[in-house]
């Protein structure tokens, strides 16, 4: 079978290039996914230029009937349900039932801001002044560009298209490398869904040179972008030159707190879930466990023989846990820190070797990795890994945790693991981070509620839940003597 390749998405037709580049399987590199169209700078001015033009048609449209095209591609991925899922572990690695987990939650994220075009709150509010009416509407803010990263490659594009849409704002969405497909299906979907031309723009290729282009495009009035502290903050320095709308979810260094109190067996569960699951690729993913002094070493025992029971392996076999890191550079980056981490904490007590024998041969496995000891200053319990590797660090008393957790410049997500409910709200109010969970993983949010992070890891409004609509929108107040 000859592979398929994957075309841009400009003005509402399926757009060829000369340069194309490979989507290849991480856990057997001798597949390519597919190939893609290789977009350049005349491309995204292009899909500015339609998308510009697609706007007064677009934004004068009902919500309700924009929420409706959200409706219909909804029901199109639901019927690709499988097909997605298996090409989400063919270019992400990722295991089926998490990729399968994921293209559940990007449907219920169409489904969702669909209906809120049936919403759309805005404000009505009693004057102090007689026989005034005033009240506040929303309005759109015209094109937006979308910057994608690997690691959620169909849940993220889709939880900023959603809102974007039936907000009445136009876009142009710039997929990771490494995973473009998932995010090529969405936009399949909502031209199957009759959505008119130029409204959605696809363009895949170098961030690099896409990332300049989107910020260059005048008709572009806001980026979201989600991806590495790095280019957040380049977008953030380059955006702000010429006042664009900017949202930035970026890095974390996620802690869970570990409490004598705890649920023993729960508590290693939900660590090992956090740092490991999908290859610890999420930014949510729990990358230091800050276990109480009198629980420390039974849990460290625990945790490791758990992690050692972890299946590595291709995504696509029944029975794998974690499938591998998404291409080499992800590998590279996790390897080296396992030696940062060996010559700052000692030898891990799990983990912390490449697999690359029989099964492994063709792929990007690592170990699940779990280093004991680990201390503040180190290098593994401050910078992000964005792998399976867990720090594990000992606190004196649940204060003594909390100075720790917050002790980093990033604030994510957070856990704590314990059954004092005192302690619970200390954490609730106390915590330096977005994102809290309590007795549960640090990772695995629902689509309903604000989602995004503080500190360094986050800049800008809040994405899904009702919190989405407002960088989507601006408000227009309106105040009528009658
Ligand atoms: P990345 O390297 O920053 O890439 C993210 C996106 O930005 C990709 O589409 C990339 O394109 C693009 N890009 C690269 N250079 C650019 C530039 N100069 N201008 C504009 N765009 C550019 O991040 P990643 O490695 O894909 O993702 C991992 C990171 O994302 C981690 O730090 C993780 O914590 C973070 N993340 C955060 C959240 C959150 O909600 N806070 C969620 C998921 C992931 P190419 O692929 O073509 O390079």
Redesign the pocket.
Known sequence: MSTPTFSNYINGEWIESAKTFEDRNPANTDEIVGLFCKGTAKDVEDAAAAAEAAFPAWSAMPAPARGAILFKAAEILEKQFDLLGAEMTREEGKTLPEAKGEVRRAINIFRYFAGEGSRLPGHLVPSERDRVHMFAIRKPIGVVGL??????PIA?PAWKMAPALVCGNTVIV?????SPLCCWRLVEALHEAGIPKGVINFVA????E???A?VNAKPVKAIS????????N??HAEGSKRHLRLQL????KNPTIVLNDADFNSAVENVVNAAFFSTGQK?TATSRAIVEDGIYDRFLEALVERTKKLKVGDGMKPGVDIGPCVDKGQLETVLKYIEIGRKEAGEPLCGGHRLDKGEYAKGYFVEPTVFANVTECMTIARE?I?GPVLAVMRAKDFADAMRIANDVPFG?SASIQTSNVSRVFDFVYKMEAGLLTVNLPSAGVEYQLP???TKE??FGPKEQGPAALDFYSDYKTIYLKY
């Open positions: 910057i994608t990263p690997w690691n959620f993220i710039k997929p990771a490398s490494v290729g170098s961030g690099g896409l990332g300049q989107l972008f989600t991806g590495s502290n790095e280019i957040g380049w977008l979810e970026m890095g974390g930014c992000e964005f994510l989602f995004g992070g890891s986050s």
